[in-house]
């Protein structure tokens, strides 16, 4: 039997999947780190966290392992999108990395439209200039951190950094890139013209890869730490979103991820580059070959249930919590839940709007308030949902992933809000399957990713809305929406009292 490792390195945690020749997850080892939140709108994590974690995870990952090691062939990666890594001469890392969910950027944001223009950034990125994305804290480093910036040599993302680290070779796949607001989607290279408008450098940028390409073969030393084999080969990889795309099977137009981690996203395979959303959702080079996807964004949806818990039932299991959802009715006992603990993306690019409890009555108790959080985390999701069915888009089907996709309750909601089937597959590891799809394409076991996801991917459960609740989600969905209206102002006048 030959075997693949997926690796993908979370928000909350990196996730480890070895994966045989049949799809089969033979072993999944899970490592968490912290978010380092200094003030309100900031998150940053320590890079070597990520090694450290990675390291420890493929050891424990490959402990018992009673094969030959040379039968795992091949790694590659799935990323948290975004964050920003900056390594000087001797690619050493020169600060902590600025997260994807930072938003201290909106003035770098208005620079940009200021200096290249929205309607040019988008003709060239296929983006809008969002506190999120890479650029933008890029030129945060050069307004506050001159010293930083100038030590910069080359800037990568998270996953890229620890490939680095893995197998000393520095790389950037297309799909990552794709999310720096630095990358020309269509010429598939970097934007000399975005550059120079914003005086950074080219040599900054790292040299571009597709995400099933070899980089080369894991470094001798790790490979004797961690028990693998110096032989096994490392594919590039892609984002996390693209590949939780490959690893759900979204692979031809008409397809659609729910993907429910720390953020929330909902994306739709594109085949051409040539749609026209108006910057209302991201657009991206897909970690397939010359594909596209596009998504909607909930900056904070996992991370809405994973705040509450922590906040009100730290000592609890998600499962505990989760079970006591089941006895409160749809609209959460007139209790309503908008996620925008750290802003929003999608469909407010707003990084000031904060979440609220409307409602609150007396009579509730903790579990209306976690369906009310359930409830609020997907009704933001229906917002992407509803965004690409105005364009046109029929979704009747949807893949859900991720930590979310964990909970049936959940799942069945999903089903209700979004009146449409939700799919389960029997892993719910999006991304760290994607990453092993990569790996198997890769190694040549497959013609192509579309026969690779026939034989890894399978239906678990399948998930059907129910007409009544539908109908009572649709009128809630319109309250919900009207929130955003109703708290912007407020949220903009707290500003200053924030931490
Ligand atoms: N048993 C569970 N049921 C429902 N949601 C869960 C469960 N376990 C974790 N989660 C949610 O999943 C999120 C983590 O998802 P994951 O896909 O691992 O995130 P990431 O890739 O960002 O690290 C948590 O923030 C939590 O909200
Ligand atoms: O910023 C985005 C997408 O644009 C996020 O989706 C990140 O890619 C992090 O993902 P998770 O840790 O939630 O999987």
Known sequence: MKYVIGVDLGTSAVKLLLVNQLGEVVKEVSKSYPLIQKKAGYSEQDPNEWVTQTLAGLTELLQHFQGDKAAIQGMSFSGQMHGLVLMDNNNQIIRPAILWNDTRTTDQCKQIYNIVGEKRLLEITKNPALEGFTLPKLLWVKANEPGNYQKAAKFVLPKDYLRYRLTGQLHMDYSDAAGTLLLDINKHQWSTEICELLDISTSICPPLIGSHESVGKINAEI???????????????????????????????????????????????????????????????????????????????????????????????????????????????????????????????????????????????????????????????????????????????????????????????????????IIKLSSEQGPGMGAAMLAAFGCDWFDSLQACADTFLQVEHEFYPDSDKVKMYQQLFLLYKNIYYQTKELNEALVDYRK
């Open 223 to 421: 490979a004797a730490d961690t028990g693998l084999s110096p032989a096994t080969r490392v594919f590039a990889g892609g984002a996390d979103n693209a590949c939780g795309a490959i690893g759900s099977g979204i692979l031809e137009d008409g397809k659609t991820l729910c993907s429910i981690g720390t953020s929330g996203v909902v994306l739709s395979y594109e085949s051409t580059n040539d749609k026209d959303f108006h910057g209302e959702v991201h657009y991206c080079n897909h970690a397939v070959p010359d594909a596209y996807y596009t998504m909607g964004v909930t900056l904070a949806a996992g991370h809405s249930l994973s705040w509450f818990k922590e906040v009100v039932a730290k000592e609890d299991s998600y499962e505990n919590l989760l079970n006591e959802i089941s006895a409160v009715p749809p609209g959460s006992n007139g209790l309503l839940f908008t996620p925008y603990i750290s802003g929003e993306r999608t469909p407010h690019a707003d990084a000031n709007i904060r979440g609220s409890f409307i409602g609150m009555d007396s009579s509730h108790e903790r579990r209306d308030f976690v369906r009310a959080v359930l409830e609020g985390i997907t009704f933001s999701l229906h917002e992407s949902i509803s965004i690409f069915r105005k364009s046109g888009k029929q979704i009747d089907t949807v893949i859900s992933t991720g930590g979310g996709a964990k909970n049936s309750e959940w799942l069945q909601m999903q089903a209700d809000i979004f009146n449409a089937r």
